[in-house]
């Protein structure tokens, strides 16, 4: 299968303070019993590549990001992400400017909504029925959409804004 695996490391240097509050793990537990994966999964072959994978590292400096054993895997075949980037700092505005192909307007972290006609690269890959999806560390199931404490280790690692 060819693929193409573009790795994409944003390190920012610190975290803006935002006013999420935690989704009640009572109703977390209640809609992860029952959640289903939003699309269906497809297998279209591309004219270049099959999959296309981005990877994100927030909030992380590019020395502890090396230290991991995924990313000294990617160095081993030569990728080092040593060429990161991103548009402005916080973080949401690269969000929405890797999806949208602009910041629609998004200059911090708060809670906002696109615009229902911006077009995004998921509506590229929907029009011509390829599956997407994304995964998100410590989001407790496909398809939330609320803020969360993890309750195994009582981290605050999931905000609405990483969807």
Avoid at 64 to 81: E, I, P, Y
Avoid at 147 to 158: C, H, I, L, S
């Amino acid at each position: 299968m060819r693929s193409l695996i573009l790795l994409s490391a944003f390190f920012a240097v610190g975290l803006a303070q935002t006013q999420y509050t935690s989704t009640a793990a009572a109703a977390v537990a209640k809609a992860k019993a029952t959640a289903l994966t939003e699309s269906p999964t497809s297998n279209v072959a591309g004219k270049t590549f099959d999959r296309f994978v981005s990877i994100w590292c927030e909030n992380t400096d590019y020395s502890m990001a090396a230290g991991d054993t995924n990313f000294q895997w990617a160095a081993s075949k030569g990728v080092t992400l040593t060429n990161y980037l991103a548009i402005r700092h916080p973080s949401q505005p690269n969000y929405v400017a890797a999806v949208g192909g602009s910041t629609h307007g998004f200059t911090a972290d708060t809670f906002q909504r696109i615009d229902s006609s911006a077009r995004t690269i998921v509506d590229l890959l929907e029009a011509k029925g390829v599956s997407w999806s994304e995964y998100e560390q410590d989001s407790p199931y496909s398809g939330f959409e609320g803020n969360y404490v993890n309750q195994e280790t009582g981290a605050n690692d999931f905000v609405r804004k990483h969807k």
